[in-house]
């Protein structure tokens, strides 16, 4: 199974992907955390600008889960691939940037693309969601 996280999404597969039946892991504008660190703690790193848009329209998660540390992300031990999304204004793409970096990320993708990049650039997304499953595939 290829896990696909975008935004908080990455936390979540940063931890489930430690699965035995997990392949790899396709962040797509995603928090990466290493052990130890929690979504609130990488923000601060470099601060994204904030959109007032996706802040009034997107339900937020819990408030609680921006503390809530990464025990042993999945990428330490699991293929990754990273889409760093150029204009995001809700993870700084130097996060991005940072954090496809320190996953090794096999091949990663920079996307003159809002937060919303599987929106905006679907087709460039799903290619590499696509390359991932192919480079995973038994």
Sequence with gaps: MLLVGNSYGGMVISEAGNAANVVGLVYIAAFAP???????????????PGALVMAVTQKAPLAKTAGDNATSPAWKSKPSWYQISSEDR????????????????????????????????PIEVAALIDEAAKTTAG
């Design 90 to 121: 809700m993870i700084s793409p130097d996060n991005e940037k940072r954090m496809s970096s320190r996953v090794s990320a096999r091949k990663v993708i920079t996307l003159a693309a809002s937060h919303a990049s599987l929106a905006s650039k």
């Design 34 to 48: 290493e052990t130890g660190e929690s979504v609130g703690s990488i923000g601060q790193v470099f601060p994204a």
